[in-house]
Each structure stands twice: as structure tokens, then as C-alpha cells.
């Protein structure tokens, strides 16, 4: 975190590929009282009706891609994991975007720390807005079920979206903390539990 990005609390940073079980850990977390701030909510804000990357993305790709007023996510979703080329613009226009409106809700925070949750933290510049990294880890055969089953989406496109995410191996050793998700919610609650009362003694 650079100097000009910090504040007086402590920001976790966590993260897992896509059917990892980050909102699991982040609805824990947030009963605790803790703020999170969502990476994924945030790119919504930033394309919102009237927003200027908004009107970006139709002159990319046709107006069609607005559906009564708000940006067609699962068009575009289709769009970006068929074409690099095309992600990689998209990236380019949204991502600085996105890191300002994290900065701008991680400074609000009230808790005595915060959670930064992105699917795209390291594959990002986002990791430099958070002080420690907590990854929700679980098998890869594992995360394609839970994510099928989530998002209603075929294993042939769950597996491009893993493809385009960090690999696993390479998430792990980015990783101050590791939860494993592959068990029960209880299970997980005890071990996010351990990981509260550490996260509060370091701040």
C-alpha cells in the first residue's frame, strides 16, 4: 500500500477464484461488524447509467450492449472471455476506475479494519491497496461445481473464466493467510473466527 493509499485501519485483502466462497467469508466477516468493500459492486458503480465508461463500452460495442438503460453484464461476459483483445481494452478502461472507487468507500470505513474482496486482486494493481492477503482456497474440481451451480453457467465457460483468473498455485503464494473452503459453512466460520481475533490483534 503506498503512502498517498493509506489510512489509519488496517484493509485484508481477500480473494479466490471464481466458486471459491468469498461471499461466504465476507458475510462472516461483516457480522462481525467489519466494512467490506466489494470490487465487484464497485465496477458496477462505475458503469452505471450516465457514467462516461458507460457510453465507452456502447461505442465499443453497439448499443446493444444497453439493456433498458443498464450495461447487458452477461453479453458482455461472453464478449471479453471469447476475445483478449477485447478484455484487455476493457480492462484498461475500468480498472483504474474501479481502484479509485475502492479507495474512495476503503477511506470511509469505521471498522477497526476493512475487507477489499476481488476476484481480480492480484491480477490487478488492487493488491497494493490492502496490508495482508487472505485467500479462500478449495479443489479446482470443487470450485467448477459450486460455480455451475451458482451462476447457471456450462462447465466449458466456467473453465475460460478460471483460465483468465490467476492460477491457484501461483494465488497461494501471494497469500499472508489461506482459508480452505471445501467443508462445511461451519467449518469455515470456525476458521474465519481464528482469523478475526488475529486480524484485531494487529490493528
Do not use: C
Not at 500500500?1 to 465476507?26: L, P
Not at 483478449?84 to 480498472?95: K, M
Not at 491480477?123 to 490492502?130: A, F, G, I, K, R
Not at 485467500?135 to 473464466?161: C, F, G, S, W, Y
Amino acid at each position: 500500500m503506498s503512502k498517498q493509499e493509506q489510512n489509519t485501519k488496517m484493509t485484508i485483502g481477500v480473494t479466490g477464484g471464481i466458486g471459491s466462497g468469498k461471499t461466504a467469508v465476507t458475510d462472516f466477516f461483516s457480522s462481525k461488524g467489519v466494512t467490506i468493500v466489494d470490487a465487484d459492486l464497485a465496477a458496477r458503480v462505475v458503469v452505471e447509467p450516465d457514467k462516461p465508461a458507460l457510453a465507452e463500452i456502447a461505442k465499443r460495442f453497439g448499443s446493444g450492449i444497453i439493456l433498458n438503460g443498464n450495461l447487458d453484464r452477461g453479453q458482455l461476459r461472453t464478449i471479453i472471455f471469447d476475445s483478449a483483445d477485447e478484455r484487455l481494452w476493457l480492462e484498461t478502461l475500468l480498472h483504474p476506475l474501479i481502484r479509485e472507487q475502492i479507495r474512495i468507500e476503503l477511506q470511509q470505513a469505521k471498522s477497526p479494519y476493512a475487507i477489499l474482496v476481488s476476484p481480480l486482486m492480484l491480477e490487478t494493481d488492487q493488491h497494493e491497496l490492502v496490508n495482508r492477503i487472505l485467500v479462500v482456497d478449495l479443489p479446482e474440481a470443487t470450485q467448477i461445481e459450486r460455480a455451475m451451480n451458482r451462476d447457471h453457467m456450462d462447465e466449458d465457460q466456467t473453465r475460460k473464466i478460471i483460465a483468465s483468473q490467476m492460477p491457484r498455485e501461483k494465488r497461494l503464494e501471494w497469500a499472508d493467510d489461506v482459508v480452505e473452503n471445501s467443508g462445511t459453512l461451519e467449518q469455515l466460520h470456525q476458521s474465519l473466527e481464528k482469523l478475526h481475533e488475529t486480524y484485531l490483534s494487529l490493528v
